[in-house]
């Protein structure tokens, strides 16, 4: 299974823990730090008693900063701190911990905060960030934990539930338990989750007994993912290409930025790819990116529109505003694109209707303005309805198979489509433009008014601030340095 393996190579930086001197194994009520070198890309602030993991700032996009538990010798984050907003990397940032870990920004207050009321702060040699209360173990209580909010990364040991979620860093896929599975989830459209890979427990070696607790999963140390009931037999066992063949190395899975679930274990100086949930590449939910066609046969995109035409950039031309939403009382309308020999990746997940014809398929769709696109099988009669913004298509060549989509026509609203609603809606907008402009200069200037003397650092605060959206990126923005290739 060579072509399961691939490297991770470290590419740019290596924390400069070693000159950090001693770092704290437990932190207790009354700590406090700032983010005050200005050189690192990691400044630690509590090590693990093996020095394998380290809690701390870890610098995102030069100037920010993620509160993050990384891998010291691959400086790769296992976990990082859900900030409301991403924190400056500057003294006037303060990390303490009061009972509660707390991050503070002195102009957006309170970033983020454990809300707990604890004694001391611990990372565990699992890598495990605790909150305690209490004396020397047994006689602890754990108040919070970061395994209980995984971010993009389960680790060896760590038991990943059905109330919690994975998220990869540019926020677009999720990995969630149900019942009986693990399933993974595209978020193409808010509110609107399309499974795209789902992994039903095989019960080998195990039943699931009804009423017998809900399942959960875990990445065991000798190379597998495992589900589990009430029971220490698992109902599932999924091996690695490593399996039973690792001593003394670290596990993990990731949910990637391409939405596969991948492996790998740490063989002392590199990360080895070892599992790939989903191994075709025209099986992953975008790898075209929307309006993309993927060719299985060797990988490679096109465009929808012109499916002959090689094309490395975004087909995103098209892409349709929600149909639904209040602004579609502007009337923008919409073009047909129809495609010959497409299919979904994963229609096997989809939702879909019988239809007696290729014509009451798409008509299912285009009266409903929640449908962005309906892909018609001829021999079968189904119809997939798609209700989130058309992703990557696979090529299959089979003319039976027919694609109806949906694509903005804004680009071309002079030629045609331009309706009279059309025009009022533009005046109605440049209206609330022209009011929103008035709105947020006399803000601004009340503003000024009100903090004249710290007038200069505030607007420069408010410049840097970024959504919450943005910040689901930054964990992948500090992965960047890491590049992963296919072998
Ligand atoms: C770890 O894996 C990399 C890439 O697969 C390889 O080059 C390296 O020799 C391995 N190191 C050890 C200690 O096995
Ligand atoms: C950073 O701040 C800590 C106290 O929070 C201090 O002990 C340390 O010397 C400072 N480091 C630098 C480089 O200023
Ligand atoms: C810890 O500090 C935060 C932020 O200043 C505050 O909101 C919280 O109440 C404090 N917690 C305790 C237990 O003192
Ligand atoms: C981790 O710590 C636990 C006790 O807290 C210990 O039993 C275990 O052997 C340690 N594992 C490693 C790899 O150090
Ligand atoms: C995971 O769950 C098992 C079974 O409930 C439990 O024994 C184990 O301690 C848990 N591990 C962690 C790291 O929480
Ligand atoms: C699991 O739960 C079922 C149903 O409650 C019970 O019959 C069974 O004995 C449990 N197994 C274990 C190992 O606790
Ligand atoms: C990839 O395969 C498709 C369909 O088999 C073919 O049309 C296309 O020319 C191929 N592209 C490249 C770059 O080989
Ligand atoms: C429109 O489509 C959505 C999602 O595909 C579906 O839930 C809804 O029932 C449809 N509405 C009508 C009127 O068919
Ligand atoms: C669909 O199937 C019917 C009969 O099964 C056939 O007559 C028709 O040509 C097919 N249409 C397309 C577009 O393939
Ligand atoms: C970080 O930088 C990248 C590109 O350099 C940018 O796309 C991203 O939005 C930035 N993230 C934040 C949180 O500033």
Redesign the pocket.
């Known amino acids: 299974m060579a072509g399961l393996h691939a490297s991770v190579a470290i590419l740019s930086w290596i924390l400069p823990l070693l000159a950090a001197g001693a770092v704290e194994t437990e932190l207790l009520k009354g700590f406090k730090a700032t983010p005050n070198r200005s050189d690192s890309a990691f400044q630690p602030v509590l090590a693990d008693p093996t020095g394998k993991f380290s809690f701390g700032f870890l610098r995102v996009n030069e100037s920010r900063l993620a509160l993050a538990v990384v891998h010291v010798a691959s400086s790769l984050p296992l976990w990082s701190a859900d900030l409301a907003e991403s924190a400056r990397w500057s003294d006037r940032t303060e990390l303490s911990f009061n009972g509660s870990l707390v991050i503070l920004d002195p102009f957006a207050g309170v970033l983020w905060s454990t809300h707990t009321d604890g004694d001391r702060l611990v990372l565990l040699n699992?890598s495990?960030l605790q909150v305690r209360r209490g004396g020397d173990p047994p006689a602890f209580a754990v108040l919070w934990?970061s395994?209980q909010f995984p971010t993009n990364t389960l680790v060896e040991?760590?038991?990943f539930t059905s109330d919690m979620s994975l998220l990869s860093s540019n926020g677009l896929y999720s990995m969630r338990m149900g019942d009986n599975f693990i399933g993974l989830y595209g978020s193409f459209k808010q509110g609107a989750d399309q499974i795209y890979w789902k992994h039903k427990a095989l019960e080998a070696r195990a039943d699931i007994v009804n009423g017998g607790g809900p399942i959960?999963a875990?990445v065991e140390p000798d190379g597998y993912l495992a589900m589990?009931q009430?029971s220490?037999k698992p109902v599932d066992v999924e091996t690695f290409s490593s399996f039973q063949r690792l001593i003394n190395s670290f596990v993990l899975l990731r949910l990637e930025d391409d939405g596969n679930l991948k492996g790998y274990h740490w063989n002392g100086s590199d990360w080895v790819l070892d599992y790939r949930a989903i191994t075709g590449i025209c099986e992953l939910p975008s790898t075209c990116g929307p309006y993309g066609l993927c060719s299985p046969e060797n990988g490679s995109c096109t465009c929808m529109d012109h499916p002959d035409r090689s094309h490395t950039g975004p087909c995103d031309g098209h892409r349709l505003a929600d149909l639904c939403a209040a602004n579609s009382r502007l009337h923008v309308g919409f073009r047909v694109l129809r495609a010959r020999g497409v299919e979904l990746p994963y229609k096997e997940l989809m939702r879909y209707q019988t239809a007696p014809s290729l014509e009451r398929c798409e008509s299912i769709c285009e009266s409903n303005c929640s449908c962005f696109g309906a892909v018609y099988n001829n021999a079968s009669g189904s119809c997939y309805v798609m209700d989130y913004p058309i992703q990557t298509l696979v090529n299959v060549g089979d003319e039976g198979k027919i694609g109806y989509f949906k694509v903005s026509d804004q680009s071309d609203h002079g030629a045609k489509g331009y309706r009279v609603g059309y025009g009022v809606g533009i005046v109605m907008w440049v209206l609330i433009g022209l009011a929103l402009v008035g709105t947020v200069l006399g803000f601004g200037f009340y503003r000024w008014r009100r903090s004249r003397r710290g007038v200069k650092g505030y607007l420069a605060e408010e410049e840097n601030r970024v959504t919450p959206g943005q910040y689901k990126g930054l964990a992948s923005a500090s992965f960047k340095s890491i590049e992963i290739g296919r072998s």
């Open positions: 699992s495990d934990r395994f040991n760590q038991n959960y875990r589990y009430n220490s």
